[in-house]
């Protein structure tokens, strides 16, 4: 389990509002802060409040922080003892359907939803590699 003090790293929380640098999730009582990327922040300034638009910017913000989730879980399958990584890896299957299911089944429908949808595949996405990093040692 990841402590406290060390989630208190890099998050960002999409939702239908303008990006800023950093922005703040609440992680089981642990406010979690996070820089956003550039190339995110200016995508979401010039989609004007576009809903399609804005959740094609978390799609690619996603793909940013798969990236680093992938870089992590890597890193602890080479570090990592045999029945050690077995049991992340089956944690991180179950992990992948619970993110799908909770974020499809928001409620929301039509092109909020899509935003709802992405935010949530994001956040999800983001704390799920903030936690790998801190555990591999990886974090940045």
Do not use: H
Not at 67 to 96: C, E, G, H, M
Not at 110 to 118: I, M, Q, Y
């Amino acid at each position: 389990m990841v402590s406290r003090s060390a989630l208190l790293f890099a998050l960002v929380a999409m939702s239908s509002v303008p990006a800023r640098a950093e922005q703040l999730l609440d992680y089981g009582g642990v406010q979690v802060e996070a820089a956003v990327s550039p190339a995110y922040a200016k995508c979401f300034a010039a989609a004007g409040g576009n809903d399609l638009a804005m959740a094609a910017c978390m799609a690619d913000e996603t793909k940013v922080w798969d990236r680093r989730l992938n870089v992590a879980y890597a890193t602890l399958r080479s570090r990592l003892p045999k029945n050690d990584f077995a049991a992340l890896q089956a944690f991180q299957r179950l992990w992948i359907g619970d993110r799908d299911a909770a974020c499809r089944d928001s409620g929301e429908t039509g092109t909020s939803g899509r935003v709802t949808a992405a935010g949530c595949v994001l956040r999800s996405v983001v704390l799920r590699a903030v936690e790998l990093e801190i555990r591999a040692g990886t974090g940045g």
